[in-house]
């Protein structure tokens, strides 16, 4: 995409971006002063002013807002009556409770504005067609943001939702989209689908990936490797692209691939430590967000619970935007094992991408002298010594830790992952604050 194509607010001087989101950071907070009860309490009970908070380092003077705010609380942050509200979606609850959004007329637009200029950086034009491989409803944001933007753009959306690779396959060649918008593991799938059914899956009209959901590069941007996997297997251009209901914001790579723009006129974003303040630039932070323009349920200074680095230096697109980095994690799956600091995305990384590994859970505990401890329990038809070795030999070589690896059988990992009765199989299990300490499986 050529510089011109560029628009004035992404082209301008840091200085300009910060002060054009001061302007709508003011009216955002008289906005809510008057419309959401939660915050009009908050600002009270900490006698806030808001004609004090002009510049984006004041917003340090209003207390966060938390998930579990969000959980406990979740109608005083609603702005606007029941007649007003067009869409319902909810959060995925990774707390319990699911968490419920609504969209007024104006959010639906925003929704579909935030997507457009998705599209745009990653060089979309009313020519494309998009094939969306995510879900549209299940009260998910995503899906319906993706079909807004499309239809803003005027490009072709090919709704074929999750799953069901031949469906995918009959669409791609039936329409020939020329964007899939796919979790990225989905691709590996659909690959092997065109394989064991022999379709010629390299020679499509499908030139790029919008992906979500799942990381592709590590932190110095370099493909990971899910990234490596794909592209070595389909030589399509991807775009990381992260996004949440939260935030009701995108933010996507350009075709420079390093890290996702932001909107500045959609949202502020804020890096914090463990005692909310800004960390320094080279140091991972977890991502702290204001959202702007949102009318049905804005929010302030909301920690996504997210840890990624930002990058703030000009784009070789020519965008002086910030940058958001890969995630490197949850923040409350921050593990300290042997010294290092690791989340649980880097084991998925390796785990998804060795051969002969059929499922996996990754558990950590808190061991008798109270630091973290870390055991691999996987599924494999090769359950011998010499591949345990190869699987640690691995981990140390990308990681520079070993964690202890336990072959269990596909009904045994199962339980395990069931165990919530959440809506997703858990590949994550933390035992660091139950009481009972590491406790020999049981079936
Ligand atoms: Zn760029």
Not at 87 to 100: Q, R
Not at 200 to 219: M, Q, V, W
Not at 401 to 409: K, L
């Amino acid at each position: 995409m050529s510089k011109t194509h560029l628009r004035a607010i992404e082209k301008a001087d840091p200085t300009n971006i910060k002060k054009h989101q001061e302007d709508l950071m003011c009216k955002m907070l008289a906005y809510v002063q008057n419309h959401s009860p939660y915050y009009a309490r908050l600002f009270k009970k900490h006698r806030i002013d808001i004609k004090k908070i002009k510049k984006l380092e004041d917003l340090k003077h209003i207390p966060v807002t938390t998930k579990e705010d969000l959980q406990a609380y979740n109608k005083d942050f609603f702005c606007v009556p029941t007649e007003n509200i067009i869409d319902y979606v909810t959060t995925s609850g990774t707390l319990g409770e699911p968490v419920t959004f609504i969209l007024t007329e104006n959010d639906l637009q925003r929704l579909a504005y935030n997507e457009y200029l998705s599209f745009l950086c990653t060089g979309g034009t009313s020519a494309d067609i998009y094939q969306l491989m995510t879900t549209i409803d299940r009260r998910f944001m995503a899906g319906l943001a993706y079909f807004l933007g499309a239809r803003k753009l005027q490009a072709g959306i090919i709704r074929v939702g999750n799953g069901i690779p031949e469906l995918q396959w009959d669409s791609i060649k039936r329409v020939k989209p020329t964007n899939i918008i796919v979790v990225p593991s989905f691709i590996l799938k659909i690959i092997d689908y065109a394989k064991k059914y022999q379709i010629d899956y390299k020679s499509t009209h499908i030139k790029k990936a919008i992906c979500i959901g799942e990381p592709l590069r590590k932190a110095d941007f370099s493909l990971n490797l899910l990234g490596q996997k794909i592209t070595e297997a389909w030589p399509i251009k991807l775009f990381s692209t992260y996004a949440s209901t939260e935030m009701a914001t995108a933010f996507t790579e350009c075709h420079q691939g390093r890290g996702g723009h932001q909107q500045p006129e959609l949202i502020i974003t804020e890096f914090l430590d463990n005692n909310n303040r800004a960390v320094l630039p080279e140091e991972l932070g977890e991502l702290t967000i204001t959202t702007l323009g949102v009318e049905g349920m804005p929010l302030l200074r909301f920690k996504t619970g997210d840890m990624c680095h930002h990058h703030t230096e000009k784009c070789l697109c020519g965008r002086n935007t910030m940058r958001l980095g890969p995630i490197a994690g949850r923040k409350k799956q921050m593990i300290k094992f042997k010294g290092t600091t690791l989340y649980p995305p880097a084991f998925y990384d390796i785990l998804n991408n060795l051969e002969n590994i059929d499922n996996y859970v990754v558990e950590v505990f808190t061991n008798s002298i109270g630091t973290d401890e870390l055991i691999v329990y996987i599924d494999t038809k090769k359950a011998e010594k010499q591949f345990e070795k190869n699987i640690k030999d691995i981990f140390r070589a990308k990681l520079r830790v070993t964690p202890d690896i336990i072959f269990r059988n596909e009904r045994e990992i199962k339980i395990m992952q069931d165990a919530d009765n959440g809506r997703k199989p858990r590949y994550f299990i933390d035992r660091r604050n139950a009481t009972q300490k590491k406790t020999d499986f049981e079936i």
